[in-house]
């Protein structure tokens, strides 16, 4: 008989509720098989942790003496945008300290950006803040500059439009020279190939219909628990599927929130790539209950089961899958080699596998404990929008 929240939320408030992690219930439904495996596990977490470009942060410093409408606003020299209200700012995980070698085309270190920022905030770090205004009867002060530190904020709330990528590409370079990407350094002639993915214990890879993964679902996000706000931007659940479900390419999205007076700089990181910019490493685990049958197949899934496309990241790839030089499953990935075009290339993650399992550890612990409680989905995420390139226009429709 199929489980409710309900009932398994009693449990776990009771300390009895049974919870594996993803890769854990793997062997338990390979020893005891699904029915018997269903009706003794109740929950099963699932973690990812690499670099997610679509993340920032939104502040509210509060107001200085004379009061100021901040007008433009740095954060230890980063834009942070202060379009909003007069002391509302957000950063975002990809901008660039002013000054930084990124404006340059010249591929150089870059070492710091709003990712940064992010991360010194949750570690307790002073963060210089300026801010200028054109001044306005209610908030006459012009000019700003002073420390700040996340006990300084009203509210520092982490506010990422897009996360936890149901599957992502194999990127390569097929060109002449290196290239320098969102995917790492890229070496010429299929030099080598970069992923990034959890494969078995990512979490809209062990809900690929979005069964229990929705909005409103609690969620840990970089330490603390936060939620499932919307479908992330570029969502598309359209992508090509294997009979299972699992999709074949970069699919499902999540815009998550969360409160960083909560977070630790364990579980979320700036992160800097050579050539190419900044971004934020975010460590993202989502608890699943195993409602049903057809939820424990889903959350069984093993690396050899889910499949990524090989994409030359030397050319455009406006459709990776129908473009692809192959497919490639994560066991292969993660054996440290693959065959491309009849070529051994050594491969490498930007996602970290150790700390996913960390996470997905972390929250079995903190659910088994009764101090995380599951949130059904309010609304579940759509299954037939799909991303579109932008439409290039040379003047206004009439």
């Not at 098989?33 to 977490?45: C, P, S």
């Not at 909003?84 to 085309?105: C, F, M």
């Not at 494969?199 to 690929?208: K, T, V």
């Not at 080699?337 to 996913?356: D, M």
């Amino acid at each position: 008989m199929p489980k409710t929240y309900e009932e398994i939320n009693e449990r776990i408030r009771k300390g009895e509720a049974v919870v594996l992690t993803a890769e854990e219930i793997i062997d338990a439904v390979g020893k005891d098989g699904l029915e018997k495996t269903a009706k003794e596990v109740d929950v099963v977490t699932t973690a990812t942790f690499g670099p997610m470009c679509s993340s920032g942060a939104m502040l509210n410093t509060g107001h200085s003496n004379p009061k100021m409408k901040m007008q433009k606003a740095w954060l230890n020299e980063v834009n942070a945008y202060a379009g909003i209200a007069a002391v509302d700012l957000y950063v975002g995980a990809s901008e660039l300290q002013q000054n930084d070698p990124a404006n340059s085309r010249y591929p150089g270190e870059f070492n710091y950006g709003g990712g940064h920022v992010i991360e010194d905030l949750i570690a307790r770090k002073d963060v210089l803040l300026k801010a200028t205004s054109y001044g306005t009867d209610c908030y006459p002060r012009k000019e700003l500059e002073s420390w700040i530190n996340l006990e300084d904020l009203n509210e520092a709330v982490l506010v990422n439009p897009r996360n936890g990528y149901q599957n992502y590409n194999v990127a390569v370079n097929q060109s002449d020279k290196t290239i320098y990407t969102y995917m790492g350094k890229l070496l010429p002639k299929l030099g080598n190939a970069n992923y990034c993915s959890a494969g078995q214990l990512s979490p809209l890879l062990n809900d690929p219909l979005y069964r229990t993964i929705g909005i409103g679902t609690r969620i840990f996000i970089g330490g603390a628990q936060g939620y499932v706000y919307w479908n992330g931007t570029q969502h598309d659940p359209t992508v090509a599927r294997n009979k299972n479900g699992v999709p074949m390419g970069g699919a499902g999205t999540l815009a998550v929130v969360g409160d960083m007076k909560q977070m630790s700089p364990e579980f979320i990181r700036g992160v800097s790539m050579t050539g190419y910019g900044v971004s934020l490493a975010v460590g993202l685990g989502i608890p699943i209950p195993i409602l049903d049958e057809e939820i424990l197949k889903f959350v069984s899934v093993k690396d050899s089961d889910i499949l990524a496309p090989i994409v030359d990241y030397s050319h455009d790839y406006p459709n990776a899958i129908n473009n692809a030089l192959g497919m490639v499953s994560y066991e292969e990935l993660k054996s440290g080699k693959i065959q491309v075009n009849g070529k051994e290339l050594p491969t490498g993650s930007l996602s970290s596998y150790r700390k996913a399992r960390e996470i997905a550890a972390e929250l079995k612990k903190q659910v088994s404990k009764g101090d995380f409680l599951l949130q059904e989905p309010i609304q579940n995420l759509p299954l037939d929008t799909k991303f579109k390139s932008l439409k290039m226009r040379e003047g206004k429709n009439d």
